[in-house]
């Protein structure tokens, strides 16, 4: 069952562009560069993110949203707490981030889950 990572962002306000530019982009890579260690392969089945563009004015303060689809939540979990690679890029970048929510979900599932 696959499961979707989403997370969303606000920067620090003296954040240069190209800095958050930047960020975007390696957040992107680790799509290829995060491998497991059961079969040295990726394991992110598809990542995609980008700027806001909403007009309906209900972001509170978001400007960033990411988007990472993995296989299941074994998966997801290995990327969130053991990717040494994943680990690596949230070192680098947490300094920048003001601002940061994160949801998960499974396509398709509206029932109430238990945490």
Do not use: W
């Not at 982009?25 to 491998?35: A, G, I, N, P, Y």
């Not at 497991?36 to 598809?46: A, E, G, L, Q």
């Not at 990327?79 to 970048?93: G, N, Q, V, W």
């Amino acid at each position: 069952m696959a499961i979707v990572h989403t997370a969303m962002f606000s920067f620090k306000p003296l954040v240069p562009p190209e800095e958050i530019e930047g960020m975007g982009r390696r957040l992107l890579e680790l799509k290829d560069k995060c491998v497991h260690p059961r079969d040295n392969k990726p394991y992110i089945k598809s990542a995609m993110g980008g700027t806001d563009t909403s007009s309906e004015q209900l972001q509170d303060g978001i400007t960033h949203v990411f988007m990472c689809e993995f296989e299941n939540a074994e998966d997801r979990e290995y990327y969130l707490h053991e990717d040494p690679t994943y680990a690596d890029f949230c070192k680098r970048f947490e300094g920048i981030i003001e601002k940061k929510q994160v949801v998960d979900f499974v396509p398709g599932q509206f029932t109430t889950c238990a945490r």
